[in-house]
């Protein structure tokens, strides 16, 4: 069975501040992971995705995600926070492109002070 | 860009009350699902269908029903509306074709008072 965690309900940034959001994994077989953001009364949107081939993922809006294996981890990063940026972050893991779960972390709200 | 579409996207009803929350995708996805999310909180699985005449209940029970009689359509249903019901109601699918990735609607903010 796949589960994921993600460390930290609420996390607090500065505007122009790193932001970093963790997320771990686990799966039995070769994880697809996935990166969702979702905005204010609105449905989720996809960030990033890993699947296989280049372990750092590049995304929308200047954010990024590496995949480390050793560390059945899928942290979202992004070098300098944009008041926008302000949302619920939902990290989640399918087991494969042929797998039928499709499980969601708690989410991380990520708030930007100015 | 997803094409999902959830009518409709705010509703106040009184306890009592039949609601049909609708879903629609253009994309051909053969998996569908509604989740159930309270306002900051985890999202909950409560239906899902893997391709027409195909539905099954999820995680999180629910009193609420669904159907798949076309590809693009999964409607839910509430028979009886109560306050505990009120929730934002989230669908989406998902194709292997589209890297098994799920797309969401925008979310349907159901009030029972």
């Known amino acids: 069975a796949q589960s994921v965690t993600q460390l930290g309900s609420h996390v607090s940034v500065s505007e122009g501040a790193l932001v970093l959001l963790r997320c771990n994994y686990s799966?039995?077989?070769?994880?697809?992971l996935f990166w969702y953001v979702q905005y204010p009364n609105q449905g989720l949107q996809l960030l990033l995705k890993y699947t296989t081939g280049a372990t750092l993922v590049k995304g929308i809006n200047g954010f990024e995600a590496e995949f480390k294996k050793s560390e059945t981890s899928f942290h979202l990063t992004k070098p300098s926070a944009h008041m926008s940026d302000a949302a619920e972050y939902f990290c989640?893991?399918?087991?494969?492109?042929?797998?039928?779960?499709?499980?969601f972390g708690p989410g991380t709200r990520l708030s930007v002070l100015p | 860009e997803a094409d999902i579409y959830q009518t409709p996207r705010y509703l106040v009803i009184g306890t009592g009350k039949k609601i049909t929350l609708e879903c629609s995708q253009t994309?051909?996805?053969?998996?569908m699902y509604w989740y159930q999310q309270d306002p900051g909180m985890e999202l909950h699985l409560i239906h899902y269908s893997y391709g027409v005449n195909s539905t099954e209940k999820g995680d999180l029970s629910s009193e609420s029903t669904v159907s798949r009689i076309r590809t693009e359509h999964f409607p839910l249903t509430l028979e009886s509306a109560r306050p505990s019901h009120t929730s934002q109601y989230l669908c989406?699918?998902?194709?292997?074709?589209?890297?098994?990735?799920?797309?969401f609607g925008e979310g349907s903010w159901l009030t029972v008072v």
């Open positions: 799966s039995s077989v070769p994880p697809y």
């Open positions: 994309m051909g996805h053969d998996k």
């Open positions: 989406a699918s998902r194709a292997r074709t589209s890297g098994n990735t799920i797309y």
């Open positions: 989640a893991v399918s087991e494969g492109n042929y797998g039928q779960n499709f499980v």
